[in-house]
């Protein structure tokens, strides 16, 4: 197949995917067939993708072959030369690039000339963004642009960077997902089969608008549009991930955190759901995902405690899995706790241990707790994309307006993100330790007093 007739296969199946997890209560039959849709046209899209290589080598290999036959002391005809997208993208490194077309893009909003030099390092029309995105009226972000804010999110964000992030298509998607296992049973000689069924179920993501607001300077715009682009790029992305981490970790279901539930929130629930009350250390005990501490401070926690509840993770969870914890949190209580221990000389308490504590990673939090209080989830140790999936739309709108900062020469501007975060495996309540389980993620918590 040529790849137009790869794209229709694709947007058939695709239709017809989107019929099957449409279904409230899909069958068998139908989650077995979406499957195999699925598989289909992960397989034609990277048959797709082997052919557009393919179209790419083959462009490569012309323009390789015209440089070839250009005699290497030929003059250029004409004074009028322009700067292409490869020869902006030779001469300056990734990032620098990415920062360029960022700042062109935000500052030819209002000038023609960027627009122009938009032009001439992309290769493509300034005009293909400025269509009106949805009820917010703000343009659709080039990929280039997009990819840079997203690539900062990912090293600022904690949640984001661990969690199992897919794909959003559209503004809702269901993913199928295994409950329980067949069961496996000894059968003697003339015996007879003891039947057990598996379960699905799924988890729903609803893709949420988040917004983000930055501030720059005239004459940010006016003098540098390389600053201009990595300013902008960097504060967006800074204060998107601290939204979604406050989501993720500490989201309550509230519009606080755009209605997500996140790890603190869901953990919570369990309790109360299953007839307990999260203030009483009793029944705290009683989830198995929560390891509740020796006191309600910091300095109270004893290195059982620790040792305690990451024993609690199941095996299949310990590959990937990470301590998260405010930093202050962790200098408090792993940090003190391993110096404890004794046998430290002076060189390794001057360099610290680094970010490690018990052979695992250590993932510093900075929305998580950092003073001391009754009842709480202080810390995580786990496997936290096990525990939780992000939606990503991986789309960004962005909105200027300069008449707001007009006294002070700063230009407002609006981004906003589409996503959805779903905490899933928390484990269970169970006031009987022999029906408890784990999820692949455990919480810490302080006694109530």
């Known amino acids: ?184 049973y000894w059968l003697g000689e003339g015996g007879t089969y003891t039947a057990s069924d598996m379960s699905f179920d799924s988890i729903v993501l609803t893709a949420k608008k988040l917004t983000s607001y930055a501030l720059i300077s005239e004459e940010l715009l006016a003098n540098s549009t390389v600053a201009l682009g990595q300013q902008f790029a960097t504060s967006v992305a800074q204060q998107f991930a601290k939204a979604e981490d406050q989501a993720g970790f500490l989201g309550d279901g509230t519009s606080t955190y755009g209605g997500i539930l996140g790890l603190d929130g869901k953990i919570k629930k369990i309790v109360t759901d299953g007839g307990g009350t999260w203030t009483t250390d009793a029944d705290k005990a009683k989830a198995g995902s929560v390891q509740v501490t020796t006191g309600n401070l910091f300095s109270e926690t004893v290195i059982g405690d620790l040792i305690t509840g990451a024993r609690k993770v199941p095996t299949y969870a310990l590959a990937g899995a990470k301590w998260y914890m405010n930093k202050v949190a962790f200098g408090a209580t792993c940090e003190r706790l391993a110096y404890a221990q004794g046998g430290a000389t002076a060189a390794e308490l001057a360099a610290s241990f680094g970010q490690r504590f018990m052979g695992y990673p250590v993932e510093f939090v900075d929305v998580m707790p950092s003073a001391d209080a009754n009842s709480q989830i202080f810390a995580y140790f786990g496997n936290l994309a096990l525990a939780s999936t992000m939606g990503d739309r991986q789309s960004v709108s962005i909105r200027q307006d300069a008449s707001l900062g007009f006294q002070t020469d700063t230009i407002h501007v609006k981004a906003a993100e589409y996503v959805d975060i779903k905490v899933h495996e928390v484990g269970n309540y169970s006031a009987s330790a022999a029906t408890r389980t784990t999820g692949p993620i455990v919480a810490f918590s302080t006694i109530n007093s």
Do not use: C, W
Not at 12 to 27: F, W
Not at 131 to 150: K, R, W
Not at 167 to 182: A, C, L, N, Q, Y
């Open 1 to 184: 197949m040529n790849i137009q007739q790869i794209n229709d296969a694709i947007v058939a199946k695709s239709a017809e995917l989107d019929t099957l997890l449409a279904k409230a209560e899909p069958t068998m039959d139908e989650v077995t067939a979406a499957k195999t849709l699925n598989s289909e046209i992960e397989t034609l899209t990277a048959q797709a993708a082997e052919l557009k290589t393919l179209e790419g080598i083959k462009a490569a290999n012309a323009a390789r072959q015209t440089e070839l036959k250009t005699p290497v002391n030929q003059l250029p005809q004409t004074t009028n030369i322009k700067v292409g997208e490869s020869a902006a993208k030779r001469n300056t490194d990734d990032k620098e690039y990415k920062s360029l077309v960022t700042g062109l893009f935000l500052a030819g909003m209002n000038s023609a000339d960027a627009r122009q030099k938009y032009q001439d390092v992309t290769g493509v029309d300034y005009k293909t963004h400025t269509q009106s995105n949805d009820a917010t009226g703000g343009l659709f972000v080039p990929q280039e642009v997009a990819n840079f804010i997203i690539s900062l999110k990912d090293s600022y964000g904690v949640f984001r960077r661990n969690t199992n992030g897919v794909p959003m298509g559209s503004e809702t998607i269901k993913i199928f997902r295994t409950g329980d296992d067949v069961t496996a």
